[in-house]
C-alpha cells in the first residue's frame, strides 16, 4: 500500500493567486515526480527529484517551481495562476530509478 | 523522441472475456515496462510490472513482452465490469523517468 498524500484534492482558485500543491510520501523514497494530466490526455512528467535538494523539468514545460528540502516532501507552486494551468496535478515517488511509481489522488486545479 | 504507442480505444468486450491490449515502444534499449489502471477522475495504480522476455502472470493479469518487436501487452482473463479503466503502459527510455503512452479506455459490459 502506497502512502502518498496530496492536498487539497481540488483548488477552485482567481487568475493571478500564487497556490502551492503539497504532496507528502511515507515510505522514505528519493525519488519524487509531478505530472500534469487533462482529463482523457496523456500524463505529462513536469518536474522530478533525485533527493533533497535536487530538482529538474522533465519533458513538458511548466511555469510551476518545485523544492526538495525534506525527503518526504515536494511541493509545487504556481507564483501566478492562470487559466491555462487549470488541470489535474499528480505526485509519485518510487524506490529505484523511474521502476514501480505509486501515486497520490491527485490535485484537480481549477483557474478562474 | 522517444514514444509509447497504445490504440486509445474504446475497446469494449464481455463479461467473463478476454481484454487484450497492447502496446509499441520506439526504442530497444529500454529495460523495464509497466501497466498501469486508472480509474476515471483517478490516480494510475500499477497492476503490472514486466523486464525480460515472454509472460509474466499475477491472477487474472497477464503481461507479454516481445523486445525484439517491441511492444508489450496486457491480458485480463474473466473480464470483469471492475476491469473497466484505462490502462496505461509505461516504459523507461533512461534512468530518471518513466514516458506514459496514452493509454486505452476498456469497457467490460456486464
Known amino acids: 500500500e502506497a502512502d502518498i498524500y496530496q492536498t487539497p484534492r481540488y483548488l477552485v482558485i482567481g487568475t493571478g493567486k500564487k497556490i502551492t500543491l503539497e504532496c507528502s510520501q511515507t515510505?522514505?523514497?528519493?525519488?519524487m515526480y509531478w505530472y500534469q494530466q487533462d482529463p482523457g490526455m496523456e500524463l505529462h512528467l513536469i518536474h522530478y527529484?533525485?533527493?533533497?535538494?535536487?530538482?529538474e523539468k522533465g519533458d513538458l514545460s511548466s511555469e510551476s517551481t518545485v523544492s526538495r528540502i525534506r525527503t518526504e516532501h515536494f511541493p509545487l507552486t504556481l507564483e501566478s495562476a492562470r487559466p491555462s494551468h487549470t488541470s489535474q496535478y499528480l505526485c509519485?515517488?518510487?524506490?529505484?530509478?523511474?521502476?514501480?511509481?505509486?501515486f497520490g489522488p491527485g490535485t484537480r486545479l481549477t483557474v478562474l | 523522441q522517444k514514444e509509447v504507442e497504445q490504440n486509445s480505444g474504446p475497446l469494449s468486450v464481455p463479461e467473463g472475456a478476454i481484454a487484450s491490449l497492447n502496446c509499441t515502444y520506439s526504442?530497444?534499449?529500454?529495460?523495464?515496462f509497466f501497466w498501469y489502471r486508472q480509474y476515471s477522475g483517478k490516480s494510475p495504480e500499477l497492476i503490472m510490472s514486466?523486464?525480460?522476455?515472454g509472460d509474466k502472470e499475477d491472477g487474472r493479469f497477464t503481461a507479454q513482452l516481445n523486445k525484439a518487436s517491441q511492444y508489450v501487452s496486457l491480458l485480463i482473463r474473466d473480464s470483469q465490469p471492475s476491469d473497466s479503466a484505462t490502462y496505461l503502459c509505461?516504459?523507461?527510455?533512461?534512468?530518471?523517468?518513466?514516458?506514459f503512452g496514452s493509454g486505452t479506455q476498456l469497457t467490460v459490459l456486464p
Open positions: 527529484s533525485y533527493g533533497v535538494n535536487s530538482t
Open positions: 515510505m522514505g523514497h528519493d525519488k
Open positions: 509505461a516504459v523507461n527510455y533512461s534512468a530518471r523517468q518513466l514516458t
Open positions: 526504442d530497444r534499449v529500454s529495460q523495464s
Open positions: 509519485a515517488s518510487s524506490e529505484y530509478n523511474p521502476d514501480t511509481q505509486y
Open positions: 514486466i523486464y525480460s522476455n
